[in-house]
């Protein structure tokens, strides 16, 4: 039997690796997009893999795209994996967050509540929830302490799948991912800013690199591995919440130096401080413990950061060697 699965945020760095996955396991995969005024397939095409998804117009905001979406993909498989993802944005657009990565959540659940209830629901949690964080490694059980406005939407996210998994009976699952990189991983987040930027810098094109916190630290991991963890947890015959993590913290200072030094430069010739950067409230360090989704879904982190790195900014090199 092959089974249906439909992606939101299928243009995003995850959705195109889950996208791929998915084929690769033989599902047809649909991907929900958003009308916008320009390209956002490239990480598809970049996966070779643009021809192969059925496309369907929809935005989280409008229940009703999402609606005909789930009726007309007649998905197995849910995987929602859209959401305004920067954190830095969430301070200027609270409300589009609140409403795209919070509410968005609920016209999914309710979608499939109506019309599929036996669809497996997948929700992107993260490990922006746990903020200010409680504990000194973060677990399924450590209490949630968002500081931004992206976190506090995402919390409503993850707490309304909870809700309806318990409410409806729906198969519904929480993965709480620690930060994950790849080449296709948005320009705006720290470590492509990184490998771009010394990408640059190596090749005579830029000579500073203007960063904020580079004492923040992050648990850093690989979107690829990560994404079969996603899959895992619909495989699983019950519904429930896990971390998706390395066990491993780095501060962005680390990553920066790992960056440089792979081209045989140092970043404190390069790197400036520019309090433009930072944030109104940081959260200054996370640290997953991934042991549940080892013992219960035999998934662990295959990447280590430094190969990371420079897969990232061997990736940038080539492609700003061509510009
Ligand atoms: P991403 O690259 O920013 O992708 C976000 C996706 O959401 C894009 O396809 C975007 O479409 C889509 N989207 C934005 N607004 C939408 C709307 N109103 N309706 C429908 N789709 C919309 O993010 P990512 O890194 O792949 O992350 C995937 C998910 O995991 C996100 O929910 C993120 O919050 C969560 N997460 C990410 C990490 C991480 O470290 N990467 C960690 C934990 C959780 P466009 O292409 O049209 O903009
Ligand atoms: O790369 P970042 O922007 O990622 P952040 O804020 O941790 O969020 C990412 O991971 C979350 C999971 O924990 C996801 F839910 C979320 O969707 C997203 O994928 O920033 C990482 C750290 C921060 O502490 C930030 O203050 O790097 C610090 N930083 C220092 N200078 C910078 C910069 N971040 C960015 N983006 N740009 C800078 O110049």
Known sequence: MIKNALITGV?????????????????????????????????????????ELTYLDGDLADA?????????????????????????????????TGIVDGLGVTH????????SPHTRFYQASTSEMFGLIQAERQDENTPFYPRSPYGVAKLYGHWITVNYR??????ASSGILFNHESPLRGIEFVTRKVTDAVARIKLGK???????????????GFAGDYVEAMWLMLQQQKPDDYVVATGVTTTVREMCRIAFEHVE??????????????????????????????RVLGWSPKTSL??????????????VAKE
């Open 11 to 51: 243009t995003g760095q995850d959705g195109a690796y889950l996208a791929k996955l998915l084929l690769e396991k033989g599902y047809r995969v649909s991907g929900l997009v958003a009308r916008r005024s320009s390209d956002t397939r490239w990480r598809l095409r970049e996966l070779g893999i643009e021809s």
């Open 64 to 96: 009703s795209s999402i609606q005909r979406a789930v009726i007309k993909a007649k998905p197995d498989e849910v995987y929602n994996l859209g959401a305004q993802s920067f954190v830095g944005s969430s301070w200027d657009q609270p409300i589009t």
């Open 108 to 115: 999914l659940l309710e979608a499939i509540r109506q019309f």
């Open 166 to 171: 318990e409410s409806f009976g729906l198969h």
């Open 206 to 220: 830029q000579r500073e690199l203007r960063l904020g916190n580079i004492d923040a630290k992050r648990d850093w």
């Open 265 to 294: 430069l140092n970043y404190q010739d390069h790197v400036i401080i520019d309090p433009a950067f930072f944030r109104p409230a940081e959260v200054d360090v996370l640290l997953g413990n991934p042991g549940k989704a080892e």
């Open 306 to 319: 430094e190969s990371l790195i420079h897969m990232m900014l061997d990736a940038d090199l080539r492609r």
